[in-house]
Antibody, heavy 122, light 107 residues
Framework: EIQLVESGGGLVQPGGSLRLSCAAS????????MTWVRQAPGKGLEWVAN????????NYVDSVRGRFTISRDNAENSLYLQMNGLRVEDTAVYYC???????????????WGQGTLVSVSP | DIQMTQSPSSLYASVGDRVTITCRAS??????LAWYQQKPGKVPKLLIY???ILQSGVPSRFSGSGSGTDFTLTIGSLQPEDVATYYC?????????FGQGTKLEIK
């Protein structure tokens, strides 16, 4: 069974840091791009960052670029999101998501973790 | 960045109705579009990718169409279990933006 299990969320003050982890099982992480998606309470989905299979390429949404870092350890079947300089507006559930190859006949985010809640508050 | 605009933002329909949700991209994205369903309190689920290909296990009453900038998600005959918020997302190049969502409820 394919599973993605996030951890590391919690309550932090503005300006603080958190490191989210995602443990993947049931598939070979090295074969997939991976993505972090977040959802603020009562709001829609927001794409945050993604990373190539081998970690050689990363992309970020403008609002987190320079503050967040996505990384992976394929040997450990794990994905990470280092979040520095946290702001109140970063409060959200963060999902770790397996990402299908982008082609004219493929693509999308096909397996989602249950999410981990990050709360940023004074 | 490419912006994705869904309409309507909310929708009431009756069981058995044909329901259509539209998604417009701010520039052409070929067919690099996915649709997701998020039921209340649940994790999003991939319904359709490449604009029109049904993900394995998704009921055949769901269908997608479109290319370029204009896309539609259609539910052929609405069922009570289809109550959810639906999101489109492009993946033609980062950031892979989502639409704002369409909340579908039963009349």
């Amino acid at each position: 069974e394919i599973q993605l299990v996030e951890s590391g969320g919690g309550l932090v003050q503005p300006g603080g840091s958190l490191r989210l982890s995602c443990a993947a099982s049931g598939f070979n992480l090295i074969s997939y791009w991976m993505t972090w998606v977040r959802q603020a309470p009562g709001k829609g989905l927001e794409w945050v960052a993604n990373i190539r299979e081998d970690g050689s390429e990363t992309n970020y949404v403008d609002s987190v670029r320079g503050r967040f870092t996505i990384s992976r350890d394929n040997a450990e079947n794990s994905l990470y999101l280092q979040m520095n300089g946290l702001r109140v507006e970063d409060t959200a559930v963060y999902y770790c998501v397996r990402t299908l190859l982008r082609t004219s006949s493929s693509g999308g985010l096909d397996k989602w973790g249950q999410g981990t809640l990050v709360s940023v508050s004074p | 960045d490419i912006q994705m605009t869904q309409s309507p933002s909310s929708l009431y329909a009756s069981v058995g109705d044909r329901v259509t949700i539209t998604c417009r991209a701010s520039q052409g994205i070929r067919n690099y579009l996915a649709w997701y369903q998020q039921k209340p309190g649940k994790v999003p689920k991939l319904l359709i990718y490449a604009a029109s290909i049904l993900q394995s296990g998704v009921p055949s009453r769901f269908s997608g169409s479109g290319s370029g900038t204009d896309f539609t998600l259609t539910i052929g005959s609405l069922q009570p279990e289809d109550v959810a918020t639906y999101y489109c997302q492009h993946y033609s190049g980062a950031p892979d933006t989502f639409g704002q969502g369409t909340k579908l409820e039963i009349k």
